[in-house]
Nanobody
Framework: QVQLVESGGGFVQPGGSLRLSCAAS????????MGWYRRAPGKEREVVAR??????FYADSVKGRFTISRDNAKNTLYLQMNSLKPEDTAVYYC??????????WGMGTQVTVSS
């Protein structure tokens, strides 16, 4: 069973940067799709970015600012976040899909963007 643990969240001023990491307890090489989701105060959970074997997807709100990547050798997923805005404030969750019946989630890491 794969366990996911996020880290790298924190407090940052608008325009700043953060890099989130998602460390897996097991191999992620067989997980075809991994991604980052977020839930802002009073909002529904939304997808931020996903990465497959050769494709990536970004929400329109983060295109050009965020970059998703994965390092299978280190069993780690990353999200580089640049030019952060107050509306990026949310709890960010790591996700991995091994199969439709085997979906893994981390516990989340808080990102707060404020002056």
């Amino acid at each position: 069973q794969v366990q996911l643990v996020e880290s790298g969240g924190g407090f940052v001023q608008p325009g700043g940067s953060l890099r989130l990491s998602c460390a897996a307890s097991g191999s992620i090489s067989n997980i075809v799709i991994m991604g980052w989701y977020r839930r802002a105060p009073g909002k529904e959970r939304e997808v931020v970015a996903r990465i497959g074997s050769s494709t990536t997807f970004y929400a329109d709100s983060v295109k050009g600012r965020f970059t998703i990547s994965r390092d299978n050798a280190k069993n780690t997923l990353y999200l580089q976040m640049n030019s952060l805005k107050p509306e990026d404030t949310a709890v960010y969750y790591c996700n991995g899909v091994l199969s439709p019946s085997r979906i893994y989630w981390g516990m989340g890491t808080q990102v707060t963007v404020s002056s």
